[in-house]
């Protein structure tokens, strides 16, 4: 985001927006070409995972312009949306790396149509709602990625990107598609303008000092203050970004959707623990294993490290012994849960309890594929019962299929609200703990198909003022019958549109193109997302497709 605009030149062509709206268009602008680096990269590289690119760029390119029509085919607007992509250097780590950025240029409030008064909407949607240019010759959304991950040691351990169209990742690698995929989503309104520091809203005035709430905002509520944000001050805003598991979306598109959305907790539902007079709910790491009746039960061992209070486990543990077989009880706090567990895993012990170090009950979360044991969350009032009781309790989980893990007891999804702030992905994305992962969480993780699913980022966007695709996705005009997106996010009708225009780019002749879809409808029946008569009209629309 750079600026923001009046509503006067919308208010004079408002009355040119009547005609119902269609499938958006994502334009990309190649802000490397003419630089040989980034997109424009000339170094050979061999086709991947059905991307066809020949080069480096190439390869990038092919990725971008999939995710682009991905989105465009799931979002309608009548106003095609620019998009600038480039490479550039960013924070990278042996062990952590920002992946990418992306994000609006520009805001508008109190125009004809707008989804409230005194709101800010990000420039595509409000293109969208108006249905022309607000912003002409300027870029709508603006995106960036990370140049240094090119297998260099220092950055990731030498990860490199992956740039197949697939979802099969390698072992080491980081899934290009996922990322742009996600930072797009960004820019077409997975976005909260919030100060995130300071907690003030943005661009405020004199007749409004915590300035004004945007479309993201609006929707977002804390349980322990019991407020939405809009009638926060600045003060109850800053503390709710970083009260970690009590912040939801409060929107009813994705409350509808949560239960049987892929990047809900749907199918894997909440998991207590029992024990001692004390329950929990549980933060699975990733890709460690869920917790179950079956893998967290027995006695608790209360952890020592040696250094302090010791109960934290931030150094390896000198009760090993007394841990060893049973569940270890760790205290939050000093280092990341994934140190915790792995020194508790490294004594013995078959799972990990952490006890808060604040009032209420929280869920771990973390990746680390080193961590194969199994991990909950208590209360700190229950975490004192247990080591006040031990040794001698006993714990084990119960499965409550009442409840959503991610989610809060109203079933209502929370968003990502670290005790330690992260400006780059506190708010505006979704909390770690959705199982399995969601496209908008923070962190791209392995298990994410962004080629296929966006899982419940539709159903947001519905929520802040947008409308999706309800129809299916074409080839030339020609109805292939496949949703573009069904209701839970998995978007294979979208796919099979971005797959349409990577196959009539790269073939040689129409049988080529024709065999290129044949080849992938096959694909996506062999996985189960079609069915035969699909995979025939999708085979069907393609030789039509002229």
Not at 440 to 455: A, K, N, Q, Y
């Amino acid at each position: 985001m750079s600026r923001n605009k009046s509503a006067l030149a919308i208010a004079l062509l408002v009355a040119l927006a009547a005609a119902p709206l269609s499938a958006a268009e994502l334009v990309v602008v190649n802000l490397d070409a003419g630089t040989g680096a980034g997109l424009d990269d000339p170094t050979p590289r061999p086709p991947e995972g059905g991307n066809p690119g020949t080069t480096l760029g190439e390869q990038r390119q092919v990725a971008y312009a999939y995710a682009a029509r991905m989105w465009g085919a799931i979002m309608q607007s009548d106003v095609p949306i620019i998009v600038g992509a480039r490479f550039i250097p960013q924070a990278c780590t042996p062990t952590g790396a920002v992946l990418g950025s992306a994000g609006t240029t520009s805001v508008f409030r109190d125009f004809p149509g707008a989804i409230a008064p005194g709101t800010w909407h990000n420039v595509a949607l409000t293109e969208a709602i108006v249905g022309f240019d607000a912003n002409p010759g300027s870029l709508d959304i603006s995106s960036q990625f990370n140049s240094r991950i090119s297998g260099d040691p220092a950055c990731l351990g030498g990860a490199d990107w992956y740039y197949g169209l697939d979802g099969q990742t390698p072992a080491g690698s980081v899934n290009f598609l996922n990322v742009v995929m996600h930072e797009i989503g960004h820019g077409i309104g997975f976005q909260s303008f919030l100060n995130v520091t300071t907690g003030s809203m943005f661009a405020p005035d004199a007749a409004n000092p915590s300035g004004y709430p945007d479309v993201y905002l609006r929707n977002a509520y804390n349980n322990t203050l019991g407020k939405a944000f809009p009638v926060m001050n600045n003060a109850e805003r800053a503390f709710s970004v970083r009260d970690a598991g009590r912040t939801v979306w409060t929107g009813g598109n994705v409350g509808a959707v949560a239960p049987d959305s892929a990047g809900s907790a749907a199918g894997d539902r909440d998991h207590r623990a029992a024990g001692a007079g004390g329950s929990a709910r549980s933060g699975p790491f990733d890709p460690g294993p869920v917790v179950t009746p079956g893998n967290f039960a027995g006695e608790v061992a209360v952890a020592d490290d040696g250094v302090g209070a010791g109960g934290d486990a931030c150094e390896p543990l000198v009760n090993a012994a007394a841990v060893a077989g049973r569940i270890a009880l760790v205290d939050r706090g000093v280092c990341t849960f994934a140190i915790k567990v792995l020194n508790a895993q490294a004594a013995g012990a078959t799972g990990v309890l952490v006890a808060n170090n604040v009032a209420g009950v929280f869920e771990p979360g973390g990746v680390d594929p080193a961590v194969t044991i199994p991990v909950l969350g208590l209360s700190q009032a229950d975490g004192n019962v247990v080591r006040g009781a031990s040794p001698g309790v006993q714990v084990a989980a119960v499965v409550d299929d009442t409840k959503l893990v991610g989610a809060d007891d109203a079933g209502r999804v929370r968003l990502n609200t670290p005790t330690t702030l992260a400006p780059g992905s506190t708010f505006s994305h979704y909390d770690t703990a959705l199982n399995p992962n969601a496209l908008m969480e923070p962190s791209i993780t392995g298990t994410l198909r962004g080629d296929i699913d966006v899982d419940l980022t539709p159903a947001l966007f519905r929520d802040t003022g947008w409308n999706t695709n309800p129809g299916n996705a074409t080839l030339g005009g020609c109805d292939t019958g496949v949703p573009v997106v069904d209701p839970a996010g998995v978007a294979v009708g979208a796919s099979i549109e971005a797959r349409g225009l990577i196959c009539k780019a790269f073939a040689k002749n129409h049988g080529k193109y024709v065999s290129c879809m044949a080849q992938y409808a096959d694909t996506q029946w062999d996985q189960g997302l079609i069915g035969g008569s699909d995979k025939g009209r999708v085979t069907s629309c393609a030789a039509r497709d002229k």
